[in-house]
């Protein structure tokens, strides 16, 4: 049975959800996590939030913060791994599971070091390209070969996986974890973070009664890692160096998000009562009422916090994401236009206001969908969706060959090759030969049918 990719709350808080015969998912909303495939979730807010704490460690690296992709994986599991390119992925169970900043950035110093290291490029070749939902249904598959084999949490790019897929050495991994610890020695951050969640990892694993085969795992030993940043952590420099101003508070902002959105709205209102006046309360319960759905108390709730925090872009596309979700397109488009002038630099925003103008209907706002999403697309194009809506509407401006070339780059972003080849055909029958898009289309079929050689 062939996988099927379904998409929901296309807007400021994305769940795309990967559902496989393999897995026995479950779609969202309503689905048990524990029985649930794998989705990624993505979030203006939350990416950028851990990309700030993640910052000084990504410097330290000499990597551009602004390049480092971050992608979130709805799973309970404690793990992470890096794919094609400078693009970490992290668990929300990690995620939530962090009681300091420090943990959290240990993991992505150790997930960066991959990345600085080359390792993933020495991966499967198609991951470089691949879409988000592809990268995930990769490595699921990937876990699937030794999920009889362990079923204790993992942490790192190689959690799981099969030796000729994402395969990072123990040599690579201890490598990684050596690189790490000099990242945050030059940021001057703590590893005891780092230490924290490799003492968590072999708990785990001690409590599964996972002893494993050292040799035969796709990393070393939780054991001789633990050991290995003891005595690292016992001197280093910097081993007592406190979090870093305003970094708890980012880390309560991206916990209470993914709590406010992953779990049941009742839980929210619970663990943030009206007597909670804080900003962070306010918004958990905006969210819980949206989920509800409540739209009589979620709209007055997030209007108090534009009017109280005017620059926040993110409560702005909350509202556009409560209006368009209940039929109000017209009325989402002010607060996604508002969301995308104070932060003009978020693709995932240019795409959420587009998605608004095209479902209008009204072809002048079309034609300006358009240029957002051609626009998003040079950062997002991994996002097979950008492809997608791209191919709507171009579809509606009657620009049919553009439309069918959008379908391509969708085909090959899901590693669909056959039909990739079989829409950039019809692109190519459709464009101007001396069009840049006809290049392009070319390039996409030459490729296609390379890969199924």
């Not at 989705?39 to 913060?65: C, F, H, M, Q, Y």
């Not at 490799?198 to 035969?216: N, P, Q």
């Not at 406010?260 to 943030?272: E, N, Q």
């Not at 409540?294 to 409560?315: C, E, M, S, T, V």
Request: aromatic content about 6%; overall charge neutral.
């Amino acid at each position: 049975m062939r996988a099927a990719l379904s998409v929901w709350l296309l807007r400021g808080f994305v769940l795309v959800v990967w559902l496989a015969a393999m897995t026995g998912g479950a779609p969202w909303p309503g689905a048990s996590l524990a029985g649930a495939a794998p989705s990624a979730i993505r979030d203006t807010e939350i990416e950028n939030d851990i990309r700030t704490l993640a910052g000084p460690v990504l410097r330290a690296a000499g990597l551009d913060p602004g390049d480092v992709a971050i992608y979130l994986i709805n799973d309970t599991r404690l793990n992470s791994f890096v794919a094609g390119g400078q693009a970490i992925f992290i668990n929300t169970g990690l995620i939530e599971r962090a009681v300091t900043p420090s943990q959290l950035i240990g993991v992505i110093a150790h997930e960066t070091a991959h990345i600085v290291g080359g390792h993933v490029l020495r991966s499967k070749e198609e991951m470089r390209n691949a879409s988000i939902e592809t990268i995930i249904a990769m490595v699921l598959a990937a876990g699937a070969s030794v999920a009889g084999r362990s079923g204790a949490p993992m942490l790192g790019a190689m959690g799981v996986g099969q030796r000729h897929f994402l395969q990072f050495s123990i040599g690579q991994e201890a490598t990684a974890d050596h690189a790490a610890l000099n990242y945050l020695g030059r940021a001057c951050q703590s590893a005891r973070g780092l230490l924290k969640f490799f003492e968590i990892l072999k708990s785990d694993e001690l409590l599964s009664g996972d002893s494993g085969d050292a040799w035969g795992r796709t990393h070393p030993l939780t054991a001789q890692r633990v050991e290995y940043l003891r005595d690292h952590v016992a001197h280093a420099r910097c081993s007592n160096a406190p979090e870093r101003p305003g970094s708890v508070e980012l880390l309560q902002i991206i916990q209470a998000k993914l709590h406010a959105f992953l779990d049941p709205p009742s839980t929210t209102l619970a663990a943030y009562p009206l007597s909670d006046n804080s900003e962070l309360a306010r918004y958990a319960r905006a969210i819980a009422y949206y989920r509800t759905p409540d739209l009589d108390r979620a709209l007055p709730a997030i209007d108090g916090l534009i009017r109280d925090f005017p620059k926040n872009p993110y409560y702005r596309e909350l509202k556009g994401q409560m209006l368009f979700e209940n039929g109000r397109i017209r009325e989402a488009m002010r607060p996604y236009e508002d969301a995308v002038r104070l932060m003009p630099s978020a693709a995932l925003l240019r795409i959420a206001l587009a998605q608004t103008y095209i479902e209008s209907g009204d072809p002048a706002l079309n034609k300006r969908a358009i240029a957002y999403l051609n626009d998003a697309s040079r950062e997002e194009g991994r996002d097979s969706a950008v492809w997608r809506f791209l191919a709507v509407a171009y579809g509606r401006d009657n620009q049919m060959g553009m439309a069918a070339l959008s379908l391509a780059e969708q085909a090959l972003a899901n590693g669909k090759k056959k039909d990739a080849a079989q829409e950039a055909t019809r692109a190519k029958q459709l464009l101007a030969r001396n069009a840049a898009a006809y290049a392009r289309a070319e390039e996409i079929h030459r490729e296609a049918k390379q890969s199924e050689d």
